[in-house]
Protein backbone atom coordinates (compact mmCIF):
# COMPACT_ATOMS: atom_id res chain seq x y z
CA UNK A 1 0.00 0.00 0.00
CA UNK A 2 1.73 3.34 -1.15
CA UNK A 3 1.34 6.67 1.00
CA UNK A 4 -1.12 7.59 -1.26
CA UNK A 5 -3.54 4.75 -0.84
CA UNK A 6 -3.48 4.93 2.87
CA UNK A 7 -4.50 8.80 2.43
CA UNK A 8 -7.55 7.91 0.76
CA UNK A 9 -8.37 4.65 3.04
CA UNK A 10 -8.22 7.05 5.86
CA UNK A 11 -10.56 9.85 4.11
CA UNK A 12 -13.39 7.50 4.23
CA UNK A 13 -12.72 6.74 8.09
CA UNK A 14 -13.13 9.17 11.44
CA UNK A 15 -9.92 10.96 11.75
CA UNK A 16 -8.78 12.04 14.92
CA UNK A 17 -9.01 15.37 14.17
CA UNK A 18 -12.54 15.21 13.74
CA UNK A 19 -13.60 13.44 16.79
CA UNK A 20 -15.35 16.05 19.19
CA UNK A 21 -14.04 17.13 22.58
CA UNK A 22 -15.55 15.09 25.56
CA UNK A 23 -16.08 16.70 28.66
CA UNK A 24 -14.43 15.63 31.73
CA UNK A 25 -17.40 13.15 33.36
CA UNK A 26 -18.03 11.50 29.92
CA UNK A 27 -14.01 10.91 29.83
CA UNK A 28 -13.87 9.76 33.44
CA UNK A 29 -16.95 7.20 32.35
CA UNK A 30 -14.70 6.50 29.01
CA UNK A 31 -11.69 5.69 31.02
CA UNK A 32 -13.60 3.21 33.53
CA UNK A 33 -15.21 1.63 30.74
CA UNK A 34 -11.85 1.09 29.42
CA UNK A 35 -10.04 -0.14 32.99
CA UNK A 36 -12.97 -2.86 33.25
CA UNK A 37 -12.51 -3.86 29.48
CA UNK A 38 -8.68 -4.31 30.79
CA UNK A 39 -9.54 -5.97 34.25
CA UNK A 40 -12.00 -8.67 32.19
CA UNK A 41 -8.71 -9.60 29.44
CA UNK A 42 -11.32 -8.43 26.59
CA UNK A 43 -9.51 -5.23 25.32
CA UNK A 44 -10.47 -3.38 21.88
CA UNK A 45 -7.09 -1.98 21.67
CA UNK A 46 -8.26 0.70 20.04
CA UNK A 47 -6.74 3.32 17.91
CA UNK A 48 -3.58 1.75 16.94
CA UNK A 49 -4.08 1.04 13.20
CA UNK A 50 -2.20 2.79 10.51
CA UNK A 51 -4.77 5.30 9.43
CA UNK A 52 -5.79 6.64 13.01
CA UNK A 53 -2.41 6.91 13.38
CA UNK A 54 -1.76 8.61 10.30
CA UNK A 55 -4.79 10.88 11.19
CA UNK A 56 -2.71 11.80 14.23
CA UNK A 57 0.33 12.93 12.09
CA UNK A 58 -0.46 16.89 12.38
CA UNK A 59 -2.53 17.53 15.53
CA UNK A 60 -3.67 15.62 19.06
CA UNK A 61 -6.73 15.29 20.55
CA UNK A 62 -6.56 13.57 23.52
CA UNK A 63 -9.70 12.95 25.88
CA UNK A 64 -7.63 12.41 29.21
CA UNK A 65 -4.94 13.44 31.09
CA UNK A 66 -3.07 10.82 33.42
CA UNK A 67 -0.54 11.61 36.27
CA UNK A 68 1.12 8.21 37.08
CA UNK A 69 3.98 6.56 38.51
CA UNK A 70 7.07 5.41 36.26
CA UNK A 71 6.24 1.70 37.30
CA UNK A 72 6.54 -0.28 34.06
CA UNK A 73 3.59 -2.39 35.73
CA UNK A 74 1.08 0.70 35.26
CA UNK A 75 1.35 2.36 31.57
CA UNK A 76 -2.23 3.90 30.90
CA UNK A 77 -2.62 2.98 27.78
CA UNK A 78 -3.03 -0.65 29.13
CA UNK A 79 -4.66 -0.42 32.10
CA UNK A 80 -7.48 1.68 30.42
CA UNK A 81 -7.72 -0.02 26.91
CA UNK A 82 -6.69 3.29 24.63
CA UNK A 83 -4.69 4.09 21.69
CA UNK A 84 -2.44 6.47 20.16
CA UNK A 85 -3.40 10.06 20.89
CA UNK A 86 -5.99 8.69 23.59
CA UNK A 87 -4.08 10.14 26.87
CA UNK A 88 -1.82 12.94 27.42
CA UNK A 89 0.83 10.65 30.05
CA UNK A 90 2.49 12.23 32.83
CA UNK A 91 4.84 9.80 33.88
CA UNK A 92 7.57 9.95 37.26
CA UNK A 93 8.03 7.75 40.38
CA UNK A 94 5.74 7.94 42.86
CA UNK A 95 3.33 10.13 40.39
CA UNK A 96 4.42 13.23 42.88
CA UNK A 97 3.47 17.06 41.68
CA UNK A 98 6.28 18.99 40.66
CA UNK A 99 6.91 22.13 38.76
CA UNK A 100 7.65 20.20 35.37
CA UNK A 101 4.12 17.99 35.73
CA UNK A 102 2.49 20.75 36.34
CA UNK A 103 3.70 22.55 33.13
CA UNK A 104 3.05 19.92 31.56
CA UNK A 105 -0.49 19.36 32.45
CA UNK A 106 -1.23 23.11 32.01
CA UNK A 107 -0.07 22.49 28.90
CA UNK A 108 -2.55 19.85 28.08
CA UNK A 109 -5.49 21.96 30.10
CA UNK A 110 -4.66 25.17 27.88
CA UNK A 111 -3.47 24.44 24.37
CA UNK A 112 -5.28 20.69 24.10
CA UNK A 113 -8.45 21.83 26.12
CA UNK A 114 -8.54 18.25 27.67
CA UNK A 115 -11.46 18.19 30.30
CA UNK A 116 -10.27 15.58 32.72
CA UNK A 117 -6.81 14.95 34.71
CA UNK A 118 -6.69 11.44 36.45
CA UNK A 119 -3.72 10.68 39.58
CA UNK A 120 -3.03 7.42 39.49
CA UNK A 121 -1.21 5.54 42.34
CA UNK A 122 -0.87 2.11 42.27
CA UNK A 123 -0.86 -0.75 44.59
CA UNK A 124 2.78 -2.21 46.11
CA UNK A 125 4.41 1.35 44.41
CA UNK A 126 8.40 1.21 45.30
CA UNK A 127 8.46 4.90 45.54
CA UNK A 128 5.95 4.81 48.49
CA UNK A 129 7.35 2.23 49.89
CA UNK A 130 11.03 3.49 50.17
CA UNK A 131 9.51 6.44 51.59
CA UNK A 132 7.86 4.48 54.52
CA UNK A 133 11.05 2.59 54.81
CA UNK A 134 12.66 6.01 55.66
CA UNK A 135 15.98 5.04 53.90
CA UNK A 136 18.30 7.66 53.26
CA UNK A 137 18.91 8.93 50.22
CA UNK A 138 22.62 11.02 48.75
CA UNK A 139 21.13 10.74 45.15
CA UNK A 140 18.16 12.51 43.14
CA UNK A 141 15.60 10.21 44.43
CA UNK A 142 15.77 12.46 47.38
CA UNK A 143 13.83 14.55 45.96
CA UNK A 144 10.77 11.89 45.24
CA UNK A 145 11.27 10.61 49.06
CA UNK A 146 10.70 14.31 50.20
CA UNK A 147 7.93 15.04 48.03
CA UNK A 148 5.86 11.64 49.27
CA UNK A 149 6.88 12.05 53.04
CA UNK A 150 3.63 14.33 53.78
CA UNK A 151 1.56 11.59 52.79
CA UNK A 152 3.31 9.28 54.59
CA UNK A 153 3.11 10.88 57.78
CA UNK A 154 -0.40 11.51 57.48
CA UNK A 155 -0.80 7.20 57.14
CA UNK A 156 0.99 7.05 59.81
CA UNK A 157 -1.70 8.63 62.15
CA UNK A 158 -4.15 6.26 59.96
CA UNK A 159 -5.62 2.80 61.06
CA UNK A 160 -4.82 -0.17 58.93
CA UNK A 161 -1.99 -1.24 56.48
CA UNK A 162 0.20 1.65 56.58
CA UNK A 163 1.90 1.32 52.65
CA UNK A 164 -1.82 0.96 51.36
CA UNK A 165 -3.20 4.10 53.43
CA UNK A 166 0.31 5.70 52.60
CA UNK A 167 -0.36 5.15 48.47
CA UNK A 168 -4.12 6.47 48.95
CA UNK A 169 -3.07 9.63 51.08
CA UNK A 170 -0.48 9.96 48.21
CA UNK A 171 -2.77 10.09 44.95
CA UNK A 172 -5.69 12.07 46.51
CA UNK A 173 -2.69 14.51 48.47
CA UNK A 174 -1.55 14.99 44.17
CA UNK A 175 -5.43 15.43 43.37
CA UNK A 176 -5.93 18.24 46.07
CA UNK A 177 -2.58 19.92 44.71
CA UNK A 178 -4.07 20.02 41.16
CA UNK A 179 -7.03 21.10 42.37
CA UNK A 180 -5.67 24.20 43.95
CA UNK A 181 -2.56 24.71 41.62
CA UNK A 182 -2.56 28.40 40.24
CA UNK A 183 -3.16 30.13 38.54
CA UNK A 184 -4.19 27.50 35.15
CA UNK A 185 -5.86 24.42 37.02
CA UNK A 186 -7.64 25.97 40.09
CA UNK A 187 -9.10 28.25 37.15
CA UNK A 188 -10.60 25.35 34.86
CA UNK A 189 -11.71 23.24 38.20
CA UNK A 190 -13.36 26.00 39.58
CA UNK A 191 -15.00 27.01 36.30
CA UNK A 192 -16.34 23.48 35.93
CA UNK A 193 -14.41 22.85 32.56
CA UNK A 194 -12.11 20.34 34.61
CA UNK A 195 -12.46 17.67 36.42
CA UNK A 196 -9.18 16.18 38.41
CA UNK A 197 -9.80 12.81 40.07
CA UNK A 198 -8.03 9.97 41.38
CA UNK A 199 -7.56 6.55 42.07
CA UNK A 200 -5.22 3.63 42.75
CA UNK A 201 -4.56 0.51 40.45
CA UNK A 202 -4.88 -2.76 41.69
CA UNK A 203 -1.88 -5.26 40.65
CA UNK A 204 -4.12 -8.27 41.80
CA UNK A 205 -7.61 -7.05 39.71
CA UNK A 206 -6.30 -4.94 37.29
CA UNK A 207 -8.92 -2.90 38.38
CA UNK A 208 -8.84 0.76 39.26
CA UNK A 209 -10.24 1.62 42.82
CA UNK A 210 -11.29 5.37 42.31
CA UNK A 211 -11.23 7.78 45.45
CA UNK A 212 -14.19 9.02 46.67
ZN1 LIG B 1 5.06 3.37 41.82
Known amino acids: ?55 LTQAQHPFACVLTCADSRVPPEFLFDAGLGDLFVVRVAGNIVDDAVLGSLEYAVEHL ?33 KAIQPAVEAARRQKGNLLENAIRENTARAVRQLQSSRPVLNKAHDEHKLVISGGVYDLDTAKVDWLS
Open 113 to 145: HVGLIVVLGHERCGAVAATVEGGASHDHVASLL
Open 1 to 55: MTRRDLLLASAALPLAAETPPLSGEKALMKLKLGNRRHAESRPLRPHQNMTWRMS
